[in-house]
């Protein structure tokens, strides 16, 4: 018979297990064959960055490695120094046409108005079921908690049906997750 310490350990090793199958889909998805082919063509572009930085790491660096380049145009100069300038417009732009030129391939978000998260239907389905516990008809407890909760009937009805479906968590849990931060709990 397993221990709680042991059935603890059993959990997180599942978890593991699963964010590593996830996460080969997710570097598929990206056009890789596997996880590996994708950390290694990963590691290769920020090696190819770090290295460009090592070598600039003060100003006299900087200075030493544009003395190497060729001398530029007055009009080539310009550029450069205009596009020292706008680097976070060209940052942004960037970002943009990569984002367009991708979205094609990746999946499209999830529709629909706005359901609860993970921890509202959680709160939710813990009132309702308790409501239920202490006698109260299923239907005057789905009332009740609209009224707590600030939500629609059928919203909460939603939240009710999907209650054995509370192992994991819908698109809006994880955005909400990640805008609050990753990791402020």
């Not at 978000?109 to 009132?127: D, F, H, M, N, W």
Request: hydrophobic fraction near 40%; include cysteine.
């Amino acid at each position: 018979m397993l221990n709680e310490v042991d059935r603890e350990d059993a959990r997180h090793r599942a978890f593991i297990e699963k964010l590593l199958e996830r996460s080969a889909l997710l570097f598929q998805s990206a056009g890789e064959p596997n996880y590996e082919a994708s950390i290694q063509q990963t590691i290769k572009s920020f090696e190819f960055l770090l290295n460009g930085m090592k070598t600039i790491q003060t100003k006299d660096d900087l200075r030493q490695a544009l003395l190497k380049l060729p001398k530029p145009s007055a009009m080539e100069q310009r550029i450069f120094l205009a596009a020292i300038k706008y680097v976070p417009q060209l940052v942004n732009y960037g970002a943009k046409q990569i984002i367009q030129s991708e979205a094609h391939a990746l999946p499209a978000l999830p529709r629909g108005r706005p359901g609860s998260t993970l921890q509202q239907k959680a709160e939710i389905v813990g009132y309702v079921g308790a409501l239920i516990t202490k006698g109260c008809s299923t239907e005057i407890a789905k009332r009740r908690a609209a009224t707590r909760f600030s939500r629609s009937e059928s919203t909460i009805q939603r939240d009710w049906d999907d209650r054995g479906n509370m192992n994991e968590a819908d698109f809006r849990s994880v955005l909400r997750w990640v805008q609050d931060g990753i990791g402020k709990r």
